[in-house]
């Protein structure tokens, strides 16, 4: 499976736009990119996903670079309850999803 | 809306008992895996399922065996649990390839 790398740890202000970047560099034509997050105590849930355009939903944006090789979670303004674990993954054929260490993303008011 | 449910929150277990995790999800989903989540490790695959009575290895499958007798429900067993099984088990149930996961909440089990 193609990996993914995340930076461990970012920190933002409240009100604020987040980047989360993810690098995939060996990511194959038809893995699709995808993101959860883990809230404290609770199981990860499902944030958005895509394979080529960028993507919007009510929770975040998914930008993804043109040669697919990276990829930028965005949250538009960030709140307390954004403080998460957010993770990148890339989806093949397989139908598991391997998770990496994922990003911790502190949220101060 | 859509639910996976894991039988205890909690489980504390003595060393050498046979262990069951069970998970139930409600939207007859193909596909279920069982993760374990330790600190500063994330999530690791240890086993998942891609239909009734099937079943394949993940990441770390060793101490491990699973049944899946109902498309609705998948077990996790430690045969004889040890110290080392100590941790946080998170059951996800996927439907078509490309849609998303369902995780539940989790069962904290304690080996001692």
């Known amino acids: 499976d193609a990996k993914t790398t995340q930076p461990n740890s970012m920190e933002s202000n409240e009100e604020e736009p987040v980047h989360l970047p993810c690098n995939h560099s060996?990511?194959?034509?038809?893995?699709?990119i995808h993101w959860y997050r883990q809230l404290p105590s609770q199981g990860p849930e499902y944030v958005i996903h895509?394979?080529?355009s960028n993507v919007n939903n009510r929770m975040a944006s998914l930008a993804i670079a043109e040669d697919r090789k990276s990829s930028t979670l965005i949250l538009h303004r960030a709140t307390l309850r954004d403080a998460a674990v957010y993770y990148c993954?890339?989806?093949?054929?397989?139908?598991?999803?391997?998770f990496g260490k994922g990003t911790t993303l502190s949220v101060s008011s | 809306d859509v639910k996976v449910t894991q039988s205890s929150r909690y489980l504390v277990k003595r060393t050498g008992e046979k262990v069951f995790l069970e998970c139930v999800q409600d939207m007859d989903h193909e596909n279920m895996f069982w993760y374990r989540q330790d600190p500063g490790l994330g999530l690791r695959l240890i086993y998942f399922s891609y239909d009734v009575k099937m079943k394949e290895k993940g990441d770390i499958p060793e101490g491990y065996s699973v049944s899946r007798e109902k498309k609705e429900r998948f077990s996790l067993i430690l045969e004889s649990a040890s110290t080392n099984q100590t941790s946080m088990y998170l059951c996800a149930s996927l439907g078509a390839p490309n849609e998303k996961l369902f995780f539940g909440s989790g069962t904290q089990l304690s080996v001692l």
């Open positions: 060996t990511i194959s034509g038809t893995d699709y």
């Open positions: 993954i890339l989806r093949a054929q397989r139908p598991a999803l391997i």
């Open positions: 895509g394979l080529t």
